[in-house]
């Protein structure tokens, strides 16, 4: 059986750490702040990405990683000898999935799956580093692929941020569902939903957000003890502090992922972003 390589997007925030061990292939998108480009994660990361954000007198654009990109990685992977799967943040948020499929197509007959998570962040991360796992235990293609399938059903996202606005000048939130966060002392709290991101509650006052969002993973599906869970932030180390105190207490995770998120999830989400990602029931 042919060896398997998994190839993924920055959209997937994975820690450098497990990037390195599973031997996973990340393409990155492009940041651009004015006439200045940067590939998320290699040019430029996360810290640097804020403390740009913030000198910056506008906002950043992104770019999707271009088909020949993919198709340049795609091809290497054959030679080498491998079978490929391309695990892709959402299409609904970035055009990533669609060059990757743009690329595979100058590849009909060659061995490449190319799979859409609806994800976002280390929910996609996680897929990713699930299927890069069996690879390296020698699962079989369709093995993993049933996997993939099985997760992003269960995936799940509760985040919150310091304001709207971030997503709305990105056109990742309508400007009427926008104009909640407006409103003076209310948090939104958000989920993706079909991979779009959508406002799904909202409390009064920044100390709420972390119990809501706690009482929200119970009630979607968050199970205690579970192997599946990620606390992710964005320039916001001592909420994220708080934040993995209250899910320790409140789930015992049997494994915690911490991560920051990247600086393409950053242009979206802006500083001071808090996140659970995890699977529901497992």
């Known amino acids: 059986m042919k060896p398997i390589k998994i190839i993924t997007d920055s959209l997937a925030d994975i820690p450098k750490e497990l990037v390195e061990k599973y031997d996973i292939a990340v393409l990155p998108l492009t940041i651009r702040f004015g006439e200045e480009e940067f590939k998320d994660g290699i040019d430029l990361n996360a810290q640097e990405f804020f403390v740009k954000l913030q000198e910056s007198n506008e906002l950043p654009g ?28 959402s299409s609904a948020v970035s055009g990533t999935y669609h060059s990757a499929i743009m690329a595979k197509n100058e590849l009909a007959h060659e061995d490449i799956t190319v799979i859409d998570t609806s994800a976002l ?45 971030y997503l709305k000048k990105g056109g990742r939130l309508s400007a009427t569902k926008a104009t909640i966060g407006k409103i ?45 869970v990620c606390i992710a932030h964005g320039a916001n180390r001592a909420g994220l502090q708080k934040l993995k105190e209250a899910v320790m207490d409140a789930f015992e995770p049997k494994k915690l992922i911490e991560t920051e998120i990247g600086c393409t999830i950053g242009t979206y989400t802006g500083p001071g972003m808090l996140a659970i990602l995890y699977m529901k029931g497992e």
């Open 62 to 89: 992104t770019s999707q990683v271009p088909p020949n990109v993919f198709l340049d990685e795609m091809k290497d992977a054959v030679k080498n000898g491998y079978q490929t799967i391309i695990i892709n943040g």
């Open 184 to 228: 003076l002392n209310v948090k939104p709290i958000l989920i993706i939903d079909d991979g779009k991101v959508e406002l799904f509650d909202k409390v009064r006052g920044s100390k709420k957000i972390i119990p809501k969002m706690i009482e929200l993973a119970k009630q979607r599906g968050l199970k205690r003890g579970s192997a599946y």
């Open 121 to 165: 962040s280390y929910s996609c991360g996680m897929i990713v580093v699930e299927a890069a796992k069996m690879a390296r235990k020698g699962k079989t293609k369709q093995d993993i692929l049933h996997r993939i399938e099985e997760m992003k059903e269960r995936i799940d996202h509760i985040f919150s941020v310091e304001t709207l606005d």
